[in-house]
């Protein structure tokens, strides 16, 4: 609030701000009064309140105190052709006065999301656009996808004394986007308690996807096998078609075919071959293989018999061969080792230096007698 200070006999007042639809209050005092009269007028010079008198004819107006040193008016449902400078007079000689500024802020109508097609086809660019009207100060908009924030590109207009304010968000949609919710929200200085919005969930149609999942790994002759078609799409591509080799299943009580799941209750040879499933929409087709081979368990046993012996006799093979090498290489480090002992024996048992190098010599001269061979 801003007050306006004076000493002896003048008015002070204060700006108020206030909601469209809420209520001011207008409040002028006097620090030193002899009785003298306080008036309230309009922004257009008309005389609210002279006193305790109701000089208005506006059933909005009321008065809430009137003495000496006061005079306080309430205007209810204030609308925006309420705002502007009010004056306070003090009928001294010169009259004195002192203006308090009536700000009123428009409150934003709830949004609304204009530009969305229901459904939506996967790959369509669609323009969502947000639209708020009678705000003043201009409001902000601001737009979610489910919880996270984007942004849009927003647009103000002025319509009178408030604002038009518009927020568009460009999407290129896809799959994901199905069951989405977009939500434009309306921030603003009246709302601070409850901010308006509006929210749009996304439907979109999209072409089926297709892949077979496999209860088991290996299969083998008499175990139990179940092949789902799992499809994804919109509309649901019900039902789906399951072929074998190209042609039709074969019609035997061992194969069952109940909704999306294609069931082997005891596998045989027989079984082998690429069973193929497809599904459909108004938006196209889609479809996946699984190339079923049925093992015999026997043969399997063996062939895990005949790895478990070659697994271990390969692992002799390297143990004993790095036994070799390590036994071999201690031999070779020995044999070297005394070899540069020898030669220098020589130089060990000389008592002098001129000594050693006579030795040494002679050293070298049977060393040729005593030549040493490595394999």
Same mark, same amino acid.
């Given at each position: 609030?801003?007050?306006?200070?004076?000493?002896?006999?003048?008015?002070?007042?204060?700006?108020?701000?206030?909601?469209?639809?809420? %209520?001011?209050?207008?409040?002028?005092?006097?620090?030193?009064?002899?009785?003298?009269?306080?008036?309230?007028?309009?922004?257009?010079?008309?005389?609210?309140?002279?006193?305790?008198?109701?000089?208005?004819?506006?059933?909005?107006?009321?008065?809430?105190?009137?003495?000496?040193?006061?005079?306080?008016?309430?205007?209810?449902?204030?609308?925006?052709?309420?705002?502007?400078?009010?004056?306070?007079?003090?009928?001294?000689?010169?009259?004195? %006065?002192?203006?308090?500024?009536?700000?009123?802020?428009?409150?934003?109508?709830?949004?609304?999301?204009?530009?969305?097609?229901?459904?939506?086809?996967?790959?369509?660019?669609?323009?969502?656009?947000?639209?708020?009207?009678?705000?003043? @100060?201009?409001?902000?908009?601001?737009?979610?996808?489910?919880?996270?924030?984007?942004? !849009?590109?927003?647009?103000?207009?002025?319509?009178?004394?408030?604002?038009?304010?518009?927020?568009?968000?460009?999407?290129?949609?896809?799959?994901?986007?199905?069951?989405?919710?977009?939500?434009?929200?309306?921030?603003?200085?009246?709302?601070?308690?409850?901010?308006?919005?509006?929210?749009?969930?996304?439907?979109?149609?999209?072409?089926?996807?297709?892949?077979?999942?496999?209860?088991?790994?290996?299969?083998?002759?008499?175990?139990?096998?179940?092949?789902?078609?799992?499809?994804? !799409?919109?509309?649901?591509?019900? @039902?789906?078609?399951?072929?074998?080799?190209?042609?039709?299943?074969?019609?035997?009580?061992?194969?069952?075919?109940?909704?999306?799941?294609?069931?082997?209750?005891?596998?045989?040879?027989?079984?082998?071959? %690429?069973?193929?499933?497809?599904?459909?929409?108004?938006?196209?087709?889609?479809?996946?293989?699984?190339?079923?081979?049925?093992?015999?368990?026997?043969?399997?046993?063996?062939? !895990?018999?005949?790895?478990?012996?070659?697994?271990?006799?390969?692992?002799?093979?390297?143990?004993?061969?790095?036994?070799?090498?390590?036994?071999?290489?201690?031999?070779?480090?020995?044999?070297? !080792?005394?070899?540069?002992?020898?030669?220098?024996?020589?130089?060990?048992?000389? @008592?002098?230096?001129?000594?050693?190098?006579?030795?040494?010599?002679?050293?070298?001269?049977?060393?040729?007698?005593?030549?040493?061979?490595?394999?």
């Amino acid at each position: 609030f801003n007050w306006s200070f004076s000493l002896g006999q003048y008015p002070l007042v204060q700006n108020v701000t206030v909601t469209a639809g809420g %209520t001011a209050n207008l409040t002028c005092r006097v620090e030193y009064n002899d009785n003298t009269s306080l008036q309230w007028s309009n922004p257009a010079q008309q005389t609210l309140f002279f006193g305790d008198k109701k000089a208005l004819r506006d059933n909005r107006i009321e008065l809430v105190r009137a003495t000496s040193s006061e005079l306080t008016i309430s205007i209810s449902d204030v609308t925006l052709s309420d705002e502007g400078l009010y004056t306070c007079s003090l009928f001294t000689m010169p009259v004195r %006065t002192a203006k308090a500024y009536l700000t009123v802020f428009g409150v934003p109508e709830k949004p609304e999301i204009n530009g969305l097609t229901k459904p939506a086809m996967e790959g369509d660019r669609v323009t969502l656009t947000c639209i708020t009207q009678g705000s003043k @100060p201009a409001a902000d908009l601001r737009w979610f996808r489910n919880e996270q924030e984007v942004t !849009g590109a927003k647009e103000v207009n002025a319509s009178g004394k408030t604002f038009t304010v518009r927020s568009s968000l460009q999407l290129l949609v896809t799959r994901n986007d199905d069951g989405v919710a977009y939500t434009c929200r309306v921030d603003h200085v009246a709302l601070a308690q409850a901010p308006q919005q509006a929210t749009e969930v996304l439907e979109v149609h999209y072409a089926p996807r297709v892949e077979i999942i496999h209860s088991l790994a290996v299969p083998q002759e008499g175990q139990y096998l179940k092949l789902e078609c799992v499809s994804r !799409g919109n509309p649901s591509p019900d @039902p789906v078609m399951w072929t074998k080799d190209g042609g039709e299943l074969p019609d035997l009580d061992r194969i069952i075919v109940e909704g999306r799941e294609l069931t082997f209750t005891s596998l045989n040879k027989t079984d082998n071959g %690429t069973y193929r499933c497809e599904a459909s929409n108004h938006l196209g087709t889609s479809s996946a293989e699984y190339v079923l081979y049925v093992y015999d368990p026997n043969a399997l046993g063996q062939h !895990g018999t005949d790895h478990a012996l070659i697994g271990g006799v390969v692992a002799v093979v390297v143990f004993v061969t790095l036994c070799l090498i390590i036994v071999l290489g201690r031999y070779l480090a020995r044999h070297k !080792g005394t070899y540069l002992t020898n030669e220098a024996k020589g130089a060990d048992d000389a @008592p002098d230096a001129d000594t050693a190098i006579i030795n040494a010599e002679g050293h070298h001269a049977h060393a040729e007698e005593k030549k040493e061979y490595f394999i």
